[in-house]
């Protein structure tokens, strides 16, 4: 199963990538969380990407593309991948589309998660005290937004096409959310 979730930040993916990658028993990739990763380790990727990162900006294509490439290719993710946070840009979308073609790998669906504006500000804001992430601060929060509306919303234009795209009302319990992203799935 390869299902790819799409949304503004604080929409509510990770959550819900969590419960299904419970759900279907295949990894949850994070590549917010990959770089998160990367930073901690102060790896080369992730020196240069904290800058980006802590600005709300996006790692560049190919840096994202080289990533996704070697996780999707890597034995935990043999039977499938949840995949949160890429694509992020139609080039993105482009190479994906291309690296699944030369594995075989039949994409099943992308979940576009949809939420008023304000909401995804508020759950941002509020992830923000909980975490302490370095890139939830109002001003990064509002670029990370226009970034999101600039170079991410046309990716979901790209897979509105393919006829695979299913969006999924993102307000309400986690476990409303939830029922309705399985019966999208269905
Ligand atoms: P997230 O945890 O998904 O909100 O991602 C946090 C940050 O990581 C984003 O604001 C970007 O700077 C970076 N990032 C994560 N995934 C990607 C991607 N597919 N392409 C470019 N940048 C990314």
Do not use: W
């Not at 290719?73 to 690296?99: H, M």
């Amino acid at each position: 199963m390869h299902i790819i979730l799409l949304g503004p930040p604080g929409v509510g993916k990770g959550t819900q990538a969590k419960l299904l990658s419970e759900k279907y028993h295949i990894p949850h990739i994070s590549t917010g969380d990959i770089l998160r990763e990367e930073i901690r380790q102060q790896t080369p990727i992730g020196v240069k990407a904290k800058i980006l990162m802590d600005a709300g900006n996006l790692v560049p294509d190919d840096v994202m593309i080289e990533l996704i490439k070697n996780i999707v290719t890597s034995e935990r993710c043999k039977n499938g991948i949840i995949l949160d946070g890429f694509p992020r840009t139609v080039a993105q979308a482009e190479a994906l589309k291309n690296l699944f073609a030369d594995l075989k790998i039949v994409l099943n669906g992308v979940i576009s998660i949809e939420v008023a504006e304000e909401l995804t500000i508020e759950r941002l804001v509020k992830r923000a005290q909980e975490l302490n992430r370095t890139d939830d601060t109002p001003e990064v929060i509002k670029n990370r937004l226009r970034v999101y509306k600039q170079r991410t919303a046309p990716v979901k234009d790209y897979y509105q096409k393919t006829g695979i795209l299913h969006s999924v009302d993102g307000e309400g319990t986690v476990e409303e959310v939830s029922k309705r992203m399985a019966d999208a799935l269905k």
